[in-house]
């Protein structure tokens, strides 16, 4: 059996929501949902939350979570992207003697992941012979781009409007939630990407795959926690 590590990065200096790791979501502080989730995964090995503050390192180890070591500053600013956050947390562990076969990114960002969802994607993963999966959701949007010159342009084929029904397999379209990522840790070393090597789709709920980045999705996640019974 191979050994995954889940990796959760919560920096404490989001500007967009100041504070937003530790802000009350559905009861409980944001961080800890993915927590939660990651921790009731069967095939999870091990939780670890990447934080360069103390609050949220704090309330990441009471609900669990590893939080071995302070994310350097240099890769917690506003420009700092995930990958070396990844990697720096494998090498940590990798320096202590711990090896993992898999890694699994959860960002806080998209809290809500019904019970088995974890466990499911790595299912897959492993049947499928996976490099790297990504959490998608089907979406039905119709999409237009704006020319140089300001005119419209539609990625569809706006003469025959197709009805949602009548969409091929083949043409269905997914947008990537950010909620889930698995990379092998031998594809994420060679590439230094999340997604390398055969990358492959995990097709989540509508509602699992709602990000948050305003106060509005503060209140449409509240209502969806709810609604869904994941409270």
């Known amino acids: 059996m191979s050994r995954s590590l889940a990796i959760i990065p919560a920096r404490g200096g989001s500007k967009g929501i100041p504070g937003k790791n530790l802000r009350e979501l559905a009861g409980k502080p944001l961080i800890a949902w993915s927590i939660l989730a990651a921790r009731a995964a069967e095939r ?41 956050v990844m990697a720096h947390a ?7 003697g711990q090896s993992f ?6 960002q806080p960002t998209s809290p809500l992941r019904r019970e088995g969802t974890i ?17 998608v959701c089907e979406t039905h949007h119709f999409f237009w781009t704006r020319g140089e010159d300001g005119e419209a342009g539609a990625l569809y084929d706006y003469r025959n409007r197709p009805r949602r029904q009548d969409i091929a397999p083949a043409d269905r379209r997914y947008r990537e939630t950010g909620s889930i990522y698995i990379s092998r840790t031998e594809a994420f070393r060679g590439s230094g990407n999340r997604l390398s090597g055969r990358i492959i789709m ?3 709920s509508e509602e699992e ?8 999705d ?4 509240e209502g969806l926690f709810a609604w869904s019974g994941a409270c």
């Open 202 to 204: 995990f097709e989540m």
């Open 90 to 96: 494998l090498d940590w562990y990798e320096a202590a």
């Open 44 to 84: 999870v090995d091990h939780v670890v939350v990447s934080t360069d503050d103390e609050a949220i390192a704090e309330t990441a180890r009471a609900y669990g979570a590893d939080v071995p070591f302070v994310r350097p500053a240099h890769l917690a600013t506003d420009a700092a992207p995930t990958e070396p």
């Open 119 to 135: 466990d499911a994607a790595l299912e897959q993963f492993e049947a499928e012979g996976a490099d790297s999966l990504l959490g």
């Open 209 to 216: 795959s709602w990000e948050l980045d305003s106060e509005a």
């Open 101 to 106: 076969h898999n890694i699994i990114l959860l």
């Open 218 to 221: 503060f209140k449409i996640l």
